[in-house]
């Protein structure tokens, strides 16, 4: 996929073998090439990741998503799990900035429009449509429900909110119990994002002390370990999983569960990692730096850990970063299907648990479509910086 | 070869017995055994045990040996007498569960994987030959959403469409009225008209893998001397894009399915929950939440296996095409 990437500017070699230039390249004008000559292995890196806009786009969203799980009990309008039994299944409000008064002038005054309740005589269903007459002005930085921010900050300053708190505002619709979406799907964003980061730290910890192990001692070692990741990715991971999340005992606490889960889930996920790692060891086992680590009597733990394995750390990010996405859908999927998190603990499965039938989607399309979109976008996100990630992890290459 | 196939079936065993210990430590994890479940069910419908007939079960079905001598014996079952246990959600022995329902999953799983092939050939090898041309940005784009959209959500969204910009009755294999029917044209129409939605919901990530990686592959194959040998000595374009390139190039294609299939079984699993077909994805999922675990053992250690065949095949095929794979 390397052509698929803009060529460094950074570099002085034409990388691509097209170009049949002087033996040396005219330097481009306005580098220092000594700078790039002298610079570290980090500094290369860093200026071989900034050039690919793609993946610099993508990790800010990454960050922003990160930003929304932290900041969640501010940034969401409401709390996640006010129920408002008069608005179940409420369609999603949009926002005006500007209110045409009686006598025909626009003035300012963000607002979303109130819903007006019709209930079919038969069935007795009620249905929501917006209604044009009824503002509800809205503002930013409005009081509302109290939260504590990580459970330490007592507050009820929220980013974004209805200025009389006791109307409703549901920019992104409402589930059967009439609560807001928006700020349920910040809540999750907490959840969901959380879960790959720990599954990935406790996979990473698995891959790479294995990975390690592998490569570095070979022989018996090796072979046992590279025969637990054959069996391991053999398995069709779905079955698997499913398997292991039935055993979760229903009396845990959410909590248990959801360290379980991201246990689960990272179980399968190191297979990869520990790969990668041990094909890098068997690599650098044999260069000279090993070597002289060795002669100079350090000890093999101190050869894997000091030497060879900071040696990878670019690789082994971007590794991580690949399998962060892998982890979300993970989660996402078990706890659609009922068997990973459960109410009331609120994450993206959590909250498509809601979409499970095409009567519901029918109803409230707001249910399948923000959801998984967050989803989608999260996983697009981090696969592209994962990629930029290790196109830039081994600057020497070409 | 000979060697070689002997070789590779050799190797086998060991991932063979691997699994089948995976799905083993599945079925003892949940906290009791077979015998409390059953207890506790026939206590929920009033009848009584007493503690000697419990004893006699319990030596009966061997639940006091040692973990490695019950394991041995629910292997040996199943390799010796096809015996995979007792389902007691459903009153049977597994075995007359499974085998349908795995056809099922097996069948939609080779559909999936001749429509990944049907479509990620041509498309790659157009992304290849015509590289950064808008058709190309397309499918690189299709690529990246087919990877990052999940089966289930891609599924619902799939169902979602057609209820409601085909009102057609999604979900399930057949309309109601060929469900049990005897073969017929018309059933079969009913089939495809169905079966549609999973092998694309199955085959989307997939696809868009492979068409990157016959991108890749193709890439770096054009730009060969080879080929612009058969260029300069006056091939037509066709012939030099087909004719070694795309045959050397093709070797994913075979070896895909080893980590395709694999994908595939697990797609079709949550898939068919959502689209409710009759696969094992749903029985398994129901057998694990009511902690039927022999049959969902049984299922985890078939698709495993099924998986290891796949694996097996795609590298005999491979050796089959590519004779220096067997020497290596």
């Given at each position: 996929m390397s052509d698929t990437h803009p060529t460094p500017t950074f570099m002085i070699l034409p990388s691509d073998g097209e170009e049949t230039g002087p033996a040396v390249s005219p330097l481009r004008p306005g580098q220092n090439p000594d700078a790039i000559a002298i610079s570290g292995q980090w500094t290369l890196i860093r200026r071989r990741f900034f050039s690919n806009k793609v993946a610099v786009f993508a990790g800010i969203v990454v960050l922003l998503f990160y930003a929304i799980g932290l900041f969640a009990e501010f940034l969401a309008p409401t709390s996640p799990t006010l129920a408002q039994p008069t608005f179940t299944y409420a369609p999603p409000q949009d926002i005006s900035l500007f209110v045409t008064g009686e006598d025909g002038t626009r003035h300012w005054e963000p607002h979303v429009k109130g819903y007006a309740m019709t209930v079919d005589p038969a069935s007795l269903r009620r249905s929501f449509a917006i209604d044009d007459a009824n503002v509800i002005p809205i503002g930013l930085f409005v009081e509302g429900v109290p939260y504590k921010l990580w459970g330490l900050f007592e507050m009820n300053t929220?980013?974004?909110?209805?200025?009389?708190?006791t109307q409703p505002m549901n920019l992104l619709g409402t589930d059967s119990l009439g609560r807001d979406l928006l700020s349920r799907l910040i809540f999750g964003t907490r959840i969901s994002m959380s879960i790959g980061l720990i599954g990935v730290i406790s996979s990473l910890i698995i891959g790479v002390t294995l990975g390690a192990l592998s490569g570095y001692f070979g022989g018996w070692t090796d072979i046992a370990i590279q025969r637990l990741i054959e069996v391991i990715s053999a398995m069709p991971t779905i079955p698997l999983w499913l398997g292991l999340a039935a055993a979760v005992p229903i009396a845990w606490s959410p909590l248990q569960v959801y360290f379980m889960v991201t246990l689960i889930v990272s179980l399968l996920a190191w297979t990869g990692l520990a790969r990668e790692v041990r094909g890098r060891f068997l690599a650098l086992r044999s260069e000279d730096f090993v070597t002289a680590a060795i002669l100079d009597g350090s000890g093999q733990m101190r050869v894997i850990f000091r030497h060879i394995l900071p040696s990878l750390t670019s690789h082994i990010l971007a590794v991580v970063t690949l399998a962060i996405p892998t982890m979300i859908v993970a989660e996402t999927a078990l706890s659609f299907l009922g068997i990973g998190l459960k109410s009331p603990v609120i994450s993206w499965g959590v909250l498509l648990q809601d979409a499970q039938n095409i009567r519901t989607i029918a109803t409230a399309p707001w249910l399948l479509i923000w959801p998984s979109g967050a989803v989608v976008l999260t996983v697009l996100a981090f696969n592209f910086l994962g990629d930029g990630m290790r196109d830039a992890a081994d600057p020497y290459a070409t | 070869m000979l060697g070689y196939v002997f070789k590779r079936i050799l190797l086998m065993i060991p991932t063979m017995i691997g699994i089948s210990i995976i799905s083993f430590v599945i079925i003892q994890l949940p906290p009791g055994d077979y015998l409390t479940s059953l207890l506790a069910s026939m206590a929920d419908s009033g009848q009584t045990v007493d503690a000697t007939e419990i004893a006699r079960m319990r030596a009966n079905y061997g639940l006091d040996d040692p973990m490695v001598v019950q394991y041995w014996k629910w292997i040996s079952g199943i390799i010796l007498r096809g015996d995979f246990g007792y389902s007691f959600e459903w009153g049977r022995p597994v075995s007359e569960l499974i085998w349908d329902r795995m056809g099922a999953t097996l069948s939609i799983s080779v559909a999936a994987l001749l429509f990944v092939w049907a479509v990620s050939l041509p498309i790659g090898i157009y992304s290849a030959v015509k590289r950064h041309s808008i058709g190309d940005h397309i499918a690189t784009l299709f690529g990246f959403l087919g990877l990052a959209i999940p089966n289930f959500i891609l599924a619902l969204t799939l169902m979602y469409v057609s209820y409601k910009y085909f009102d057609q009755s999604v979900g399930g294999l057949y309309s109601p009225e060929y469900?049990?029917?005897?073969?017929s044209w018309g059933r079969v129409w009913d089939l495809l008209k169905h079966l549609w939605i999973p092998v694309i919901v199955i085959g989307t990530s997939g696809t868009a893998a492979l068409i990157r990686i016959l991108r890749a592959n193709l890439t770096d194959e054009l730009s060969k001397p080879y080929v612009v040998t058969a260029r300069a000595k006056g091939l037509s374009e066709y012939e030099v894009i087909m004719r070694y390139p795309v045959r050397i190039a093709l070797n994913p294609f075979v070896s895909a399915i080893g980590w395709v299939l694999p994908q595939l079984i697990s797609g079709v699993t949550i898939t068919a929950i959502v689209l409710n077909l009759p696969t094992a994805g749903p029985l398994l999922l129901r057998a694990l939440i009511s902690q039927d675990m022999y049959l969902a053992g049984s299922f985890i250690l078939l698709m495993g296996v099924l998986t290891l065949i796949g694996m097996l095949v795609s590298d005999l095929l491979l050796a089959l095409l590519d004779p220096r794979i067997r020497f290596t």
């Amino acid at each position: 996929m390397s052509d698929t990437h803009p060529t460094p500017t950074f570099m002085i070699l034409p990388s691509d073998g097209e170009e049949t230039g002087p033996a040396v390249s005219p330097l481009r004008p306005g580098q220092n090439p000594d700078a790039i000559a002298i610079s570290g292995q980090w500094t290369l890196i860093r200026r071989r990741f900034f050039s690919n806009k793609v993946a610099v786009f993508a990790g800010i969203v990454v960050l922003l998503f990160y930003a929304i799980g932290l900041f969640a009990e501010f940034l969401a309008p409401t709390s996640p799990t006010l129920a408002q039994p008069t608005f179940t299944y409420a369609p999603p409000q949009d926002i005006s900035l500007f209110v045409t008064g009686e006598d025909g002038t626009r003035h300012w005054e963000p607002h979303v429009k109130g819903y007006a309740m019709t209930v079919d005589p038969a069935s007795l269903r009620r249905s929501f449509a917006i209604d044009d007459a009824n503002v509800i002005p809205i503002g930013l930085f409005v009081e509302g429900v109290p939260y504590k921010l990580w459970g330490l900050f007592e507050m009820n300053t929220h980013l974004l909110g209805p200025l009389d708190p006791t109307q409703p505002m549901n920019l992104l619709g409402t589930d059967s119990l009439g609560r807001d979406l928006l700020s349920r799907l910040i809540f999750g964003t907490r959840i969901s994002m959380s879960i790959g980061l720990i599954g990935v730290i406790s996979s990473l910890i698995i891959g790479v002390t294995l990975g390690a192990l592998s490569g570095y001692f070979g022989g018996w070692t090796d072979i046992a370990i590279q025969r637990l990741i054959e069996v391991i990715s053999a398995m069709p991971t779905i079955p698997l999983w499913l398997g292991l999340a039935a055993a979760v005992p229903i009396a845990w606490s959410p909590l248990q569960v959801y360290f379980m889960v991201t246990l689960i889930v990272s179980l399968l996920a190191w297979t990869g990692l520990a790969r990668e790692v041990r094909g890098r060891f068997l690599a650098l086992r044999s260069e000279d730096f090993v070597t002289a680590a060795i002669l100079d009597g350090s000890g093999q733990m101190r050869v894997i850990f000091r030497h060879i394995l900071p040696s990878l750390t670019s690789h082994i990010l971007a590794v991580v970063t690949l399998a962060i996405p892998t982890m979300i859908v993970a989660e996402t999927a078990l706890s659609f299907l009922g068997i990973g998190l459960k109410s009331p603990v609120i994450s993206w499965g959590v909250l498509l648990q809601d979409a499970q039938n095409i009567r519901t989607i029918a109803t409230a399309p707001w249910l399948l479509i923000w959801p998984s979109g967050a989803v989608v976008l999260t996983v697009l996100a981090f696969n592209f910086l994962g990629d930029g990630m290790r196109d830039a992890a081994d600057p020497y290459a070409t | 070869m000979l060697g070689y196939v002997f070789k590779r079936i050799l190797l086998m065993i060991p991932t063979m017995i691997g699994i089948s210990i995976i799905s083993f430590v599945i079925i003892q994890l949940p906290p009791g055994d077979y015998l409390t479940s059953l207890l506790a069910s026939m206590a929920d419908s009033g009848q009584t045990v007493d503690a000697t007939e419990i004893a006699r079960m319990r030596a009966n079905y061997g639940l006091d040996d040692p973990m490695v001598v019950q394991y041995w014996k629910w292997i040996s079952g199943i390799i010796l007498r096809g015996d995979f246990g007792y389902s007691f959600e459903w009153g049977r022995p597994v075995s007359e569960l499974i085998w349908d329902r795995m056809g099922a999953t097996l069948s939609i799983s080779v559909a999936a994987l001749l429509f990944v092939w049907a479509v990620s050939l041509p498309i790659g090898i157009y992304s290849a030959v015509k590289r950064h041309s808008i058709g190309d940005h397309i499918a690189t784009l299709f690529g990246f959403l087919g990877l990052a959209i999940p089966n289930f959500i891609l599924a619902l969204t799939l169902m979602y469409v057609s209820y409601k910009y085909f009102d057609q009755s999604v979900g399930g294999l057949y309309s109601p009225e060929y469900v049990g029917a005897d073969w017929s044209w018309g059933r079969v129409w009913d089939l495809l008209k169905h079966l549609w939605i999973p092998v694309i919901v199955i085959g989307t990530s997939g696809t868009a893998a492979l068409i990157r990686i016959l991108r890749a592959n193709l890439t770096d194959e054009l730009s060969k001397p080879y080929v612009v040998t058969a260029r300069a000595k006056g091939l037509s374009e066709y012939e030099v894009i087909m004719r070694y390139p795309v045959r050397i190039a093709l070797n994913p294609f075979v070896s895909a399915i080893g980590w395709v299939l694999p994908q595939l079984i697990s797609g079709v699993t949550i898939t068919a929950i959502v689209l409710n077909l009759p696969t094992a994805g749903p029985l398994l999922l129901r057998a694990l939440i009511s902690q039927d675990m022999y049959l969902a053992g049984s299922f985890i250690l078939l698709m495993g296996v099924l998986t290891l065949i796949g694996m097996l095949v795609s590298d005999l095929l491979l050796a089959l095409l590519d004779p220096r794979i067997r020497f290596t």
